[in-house]
């Protein structure tokens, strides 16, 4: 057994139809894949019809699943209104929203214009609370039971300096995720948020760090299990998240990050840079003292 396989059994998510906001790429095409392999239909929706595209019938061939590739904006309500209602007219039912779409720029507070603040704030924030809206009037409405689960990162209660909209934005979206899980489970709508460490995608690293940065900060050196983390690690925690075997879980944000955050935040963690002879020295004045 290895985490670069799937956990789950093979129909797991069967006769669920699933979406997946920005699953033409990155860990949501990878969360979306599994999810085909686990039984489900998929709906896919980002921007980028051609992407979507593209990643619709790759995904179609690998698994003979059935992948439905839906462009949108998610700042823009009406264009999500229209992608929940074509998706529903297609499959009749959408059981599980994936909320992955998000923008993000590394750059120091004060060099950010405004408008580009804004930007991250309304695809990660607005962009999910568009979706969510949406989704969760329209489960109501028809009595539908359904399960959110939203991607956040660790930084949403640490903070973090040069993110900053984007810390703020998925602070945001961790906040709606637990007020929902308690608001609205009694209409049978659970919400779950994965807060991700370091794994690698296009979107995260090579636009975000280019060129020597991401060598120059290298993440797996932030990590204590010494690795970035596998997309199978992810897809198989999104897959259960979603299913039915979760139904206990709801109002959780899952942390999968090979202990990076709490690497940063305990005091005393940075000691290992301490070489043993120095360790050995410092127990020999002890006994001294002693
Ligand atoms: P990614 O490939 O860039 O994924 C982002 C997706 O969001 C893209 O498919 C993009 O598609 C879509 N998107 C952007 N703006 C949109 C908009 N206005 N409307 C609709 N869709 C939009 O990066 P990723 O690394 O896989 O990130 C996926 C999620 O994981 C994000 O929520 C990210 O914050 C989170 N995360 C990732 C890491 C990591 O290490 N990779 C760590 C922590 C958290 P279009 O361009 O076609 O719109």
Redesign the pocket.
């Known amino acids: 057994m290895s985490y670069k396989e799937g956990m789950l059994r093979e129909d797991a998510l069967k006769g669920k139809t699933i979406l997946v906001?920005?699953?033409?790429?990155?860990?949501?095409k990878s969360m979306g894949l599994y999810f085909l392999k686990l039984g489900a239909n998929l709906v896919i929706?980002?921007?980028?019809l051609d992407?979507?595209g593209a990643t619709a019938k790759e995904m179609e061939s690998e698994t003979g699943g059935k992948v439905l590739a839906l462009s949108?904006?998610?700042?823009e309500i009406e264009q999500v209104e229209k992608m929940w209602a074509d998706a529903l007219a297609h499959y009749g039912k959408i059981d599980v929203v994936l909320n992955?779409?998000?923008?993000?720029f590394i750059s120091p507070t004060e060099r950010l214009s405004t408008n580009a603040f804004n930007t991250v704030l309304d695809?990660v924030l607005k962009?999910t609370s568009n979706v969510t809206l949406t989704a969760g009037k329209s489960w109501i409405q028809s009595k539908q039971a359904g399960t959110f689960l939203n991607?956040?990162?660790t930084y949403a209660w640490t903070g973090s300096g040069y993110v900053v909209p984007?810390a703020a934005a998925?602070a945001g979206v961790l906040a709606m995720t637990r007020s929902l899980a308690v608001e609205w489970a009694k209409y049978k709508i659970r919400s779950n948020a994965i807060?991700?460490?370091?794994?690698?995608?296009?979107?995260?690293?090579s636009?975000l760090l280019p060129g020597d940065l991401v060598k120059k900060f290298d993440p797996a050196k932030k990590v204590p299990v010494g690795r970035v983390g596998d997309h199978q690690e992810l897809a198989n925690l999104a897959a259960y998240l979603v299913s039915d075997f979760s139904a206990y879980v709801n109002g959780e944000v899952i942390t999968i990050d090979g202990g990076e955050w709490l690497m940063g935040a305990g005091e005393f963690n940075n000691l290992d840079m301490i070489p043993q002879e120095m360790w050995d020295m410092m127990e020999a004045s002890r006994g001294k003292k002693g």
């Open positions: 906001t920005g699953g033409g790429t990155g860990l949501g929706t980002s921007r980028k992407v979507l949108c904006d998610v700042r992955n779409a998000a923008g993000n695809i962009g991607i956040v990162t984007s998925k807060a991700p460490g370091p794994f690698p995608t296009e979107g995260a690293w636009r």
